[in-house]
């Protein structure tokens, strides 16, 4: 009986940081759809949250990840103030996913809990969000900017999938993950090359 409790604890600990790492990911495309996702989840016991964290699940925190939200994507869908959002959104995606990350992980010492949501959690939203970038730059500097509303329904898509995938199918939100970033810099690619061509 013992032996099955252990091995029920690791396997809820294995699902928890495989929904951290997947709705850090989808942090690397907008910020705060995925909180929103992780507020919502935790409100209806999708999700438990680690101590030190439950602040996630309060009800004034849905109103300001909603309106977070709405304005975050609007910004990206106005012209130039889309590769301003992106400067700014670098550094705060690793730092959202990291605490999506930190905020799914318990029963873990906190020094192996904080690198696992900095190494993967934080690591996989940077990845994300660079690669949505070089994508981004590649469409401004060939479309003159008119590309990028493609690019923010598509990352917005990204962000929608990869953190509904995250509550409900962890290791497919990571695979999808993945292949958005392959995807991502595949098509950036094939754009820069197409119009080296054309030049």
């Known amino acids: 009986m013992k032996a099955m409790d252990i091995t029920r604890v690791h396997a809820e600990m294995v699902i928890a940081v495989l929904t951290g790492i997947g709705l850090s990911a989808a942090c690397g495309f907008r910020i705060f759809l995925p909180l929103l996702a992780l507020n919502l989840a935790s409100m209806y016991g999708y999700v438990n949250l680690a101590p030190g964290f439950e602040w996630i699940g ?15 994507i609007i910004a990206y869908y106005v012209p130039w103030l889309d590769n301003v959002m992106d400067t700014i959104a670098s550094p705060v995606s690793i730092i959202a996913g990291t605490i999506v990350t930190a905020s799914l992980v318990t029963d873990l010492p906190p020094s192996l809990k904080w690198t696992i949501s900095i190494i993967a959690g934080g690591g996989i939203a940077g990845l994300l969000q660079g690669a949505t970038v070089a994508l ?18 598509f990352e917005l898509a990204g962000s929608l ?10 290791v497919a ?20 090359l197409g119009k080296k061509s054309k030049g």
Request: proline share 2%; charged share 10%; aromatic share 10%.
């Open 136 to 153: 981004r730059t590649k469409s401004s500097l060939f479309t003159g900017g008119l590309g990028n509303v493609i690019v923010a329904s």
């Open 58 to 72: 309060g009800y004034q925190v849905t109103i300001a990840f909603s309106l977070a939200t709405a304005l975050e």
């Open 173 to 192: 939100a990571i695979v999808a993950a993945i292949l958005f970033v392959v995807y991502c810099l595949l098509l950036a690619r094939r754009v820069f």
């Open 161 to 170: 999938i990869v953190s509904l995938l995250a509550i409900v199918i962890p």
